[in-house]
T-cell receptor, first 113, second 112 residues
Framework: DTEVTQTPKHLVMGMTNKKSLKCEQH?????MYWYKQKAKKPPELMFV???????INESVPSRFSPECPNSSLLNLHLHALQPEDSALYLC????????????FGPGTRLTVL | ELKVEQNPLFLSMQEGKNYTIYCNYS?????LYWYRQDPGKSLESLFV?????AVKQEGRLMASLDTKARLSTLHITAAVHDLSATYFC????????????FGTGTLLAVQP
């Protein structure tokens, strides 16, 4: 298996909802990433997990809560989001974090009403 | 902090002609990536450039890296409509953290 999968593909949620995004890879990669991409903008790094431990949090608001239950799975828990959080959320993985190429999943298109 | 700039931001191309996208970055980096993104889709990896003078080619696209000038170019030969997309360069920064800093992106539109 040489791909990163993400579910759901689309998500619409209200500002009071709690939802989760899921990312999975079975390539034996030990680093996983969350990016946020607004329309017509480049992706921006949110979080990096290395060996299931959070290594980078790019000052992301606490309404976004990442979780890495095991080396293959990465979740992003969402709570009390704002309409400006609507974006494409991309997950990526790499073999390690020392300058290793990142492979991106198809993304989850999130709309916050 | 590392800054990555691309130009142009938008490129309207005629089929059959050649064009170049430029990617400048502000501090030393170990590797540079080029990605393609179709509307509403994820990032497709095109090239990984690892060293000064690296040149890679795939079909009508050729990428090169000059680490001394902190410049990478993506050259398009004889543009075709299928190449219409947004192209990003990204620079790996921070060594062990593997943080990718993306350029602003270049939207290519190939006109018949």
């Amino acid at each position: 298996d040489t791909e990163v999968t993400q579910t759901p593909k689309h998500l619409v949620m209200g500002m009071t909802n709690k939802k989760s995004l899921k990312c999975e890879q079975h390539m034996g990669h030990r680093a996983m990433y969350w990016y946020k991409q607004k329309a017509k903008k480049p992706p921006e790094l949110m979080f990096v997990y290395s060996y299931e431990k959070l290594s980078i949090n790019e000052s992301v608001p606490s309404r976004f809560s990442p979780e890495c239950p095991n080396s293959s799975l990465l979740n992003l828990h969402l709570h009390a989001l704002q309409p400006e959080d609507s974006a494409l959320y991309l997950c990526a993985s790499s073999y390690g974090t020392a300058n290793n190429e990142q492979f991106f999943g198809p993304g989850t298109r999130l709309t916050v009403l | 902090e590392l800054k990555v700039e691309q130009n142009p931001l938008f490129l309207s191309m005629q089929e059959g002609k050649n064009y170049t996208i430029y990617c400048n970055y502000s501090t030393t980096s170990d590797r540079l990536y080029w990605y393609r993104q179709d509307p509403g889709k994820s990032l497709e990896s095109l090239f990984v450039l690892l060293s000064n003078g690296a040149v890679k080619q795939e079909g009508r696209l050729m990428a090169s890296l000059d680490t001394k000038a902190r410049l990478s170019t993506l050259h398009i030969t004889a543009a075709v409509h299928d190449l219409s997309a947004t192209y990003f360069c990204a620079v790996s920064w921070g060594g062990a953290t593997n943080k990718l800093i993306f350029g602003t992106g270049t939207l290519l539109a190939v006109q018949p």
